[in-house]
């Protein structure tokens, strides 16, 4: 059976801390066979802090219980992001790469990491794919890409190496093309052109987005 982290973002009225469990329910409703663990956790809209101690913080409680878990059963890591939450992921992966454990999936929604997958690190972790959902009215990704060094812009731009858009690029919820294990799509763009930072979970759309994400995930 597939496990899967929800990390949502920070709980400052900035996005919406509940998508976790609203999913899940979503998921229950349509019988899919997967269990999804929901992180919780607090930080404030201050980016600096977040980044030194809030983050890394998580990070390494969420790979200490992940490692526990593989213990028990070993069984292939998904983890879904949105926002802050996606940097927490980042933590996490890094700190699991050192002890040798590979992402299968890594989706990050309306992410603030770093958009070039070399600066980020994301070219280089044990990911075999990375899909961000991304929108070029996240104003929120826009602004954090200002805070130097610290954060990124990926959520309102798309994966990038070099200076040029890499990957896949995609119109919303369309289905990823089936050529797995072409390099190319290790990085895959959902390409929202009116969604903004947390639209995705708006009640209007957020179960298109759920069964988008499902069918990401491979369910």
Same mark, same amino acid.
């Given at each position: 059976?597939? /496990? ?6 920070? =709980? ?14 979503? @998921?229950?409703?349509? %019988?899919? %066979? ?14 600096? $802090? ?21 213990? /028990? ?7 879904? &992001?949105? @926002?802050?939450?996606?940097?927490? &992921? ?29 600066? @980020?690190?994301? &070219? ?7 899909? &961000? ?19 990124? @812009? ?7 190496? %070099? ?7 995609? /119109? ?5 093309? =089936?050529? $797995?294990? =072409? ?6 763009? /959902? ?29």
């Amino acid at each position: 059976m597939k /496990r899967c982290h929800l990390i949502h973002g920070i =709980n400052e009225g900035l996005t919406n801390p509940s998508w976790p469990w609203e999913l899940t329910s979503y @998921s229950l409703e349509k %019988n899919i %066979n997967v269990i999804f663990q929901s992180e919780h956790y607090w930080a404030t809209a201050m980016p600096v $802090w977040n980044h030194f101690i809030t983050n890394p913080k998580y990070g390494k409680a969420l790979t200490k219980r992940e490692i526990l878990f593989q213990e /028990r059963q070993k069984s292939p890591i998904y983890i879904v &992001a949105h @926002s802050n939450g996606t940097n927490i &992921a980042m933590h996490m992966i890094r700190n699991l790469a050192k002890e040798g454990f590979e992402i299968e999936k890594f989706i990050l929604i309306g992410s603030t990491v770093e958009s070039d997958v070399e600066k @980020s690190g994301l &070219a280089d972790l044990p990911i075999k794919q990375c899909i &961000a959902y991304c929108s070029p009215k996240d104003v929120v990704a826009k602004y954090l890409n200002k805070v130097p060094k610290f954060y990124g @812009s990926l959520g309102a731009q798309g994966f990038y190496r %070099n200076g040029k858009q890499t990957g896949v690029k995609l /119109r919303e919820f369309s289905p990823i093309p =089936n050529e $797995w294990g =072409n390099e190319k799509q290790k990085f895959v763009t /959902r390409w929202f052109p009116d969604f903004g930072h947390s639209f995705y979970f708006d009640k209007k759309v957020s179960d298109l987005t759920f069964d988008c994400l499902l069918k990401d995930l491979g369910v």
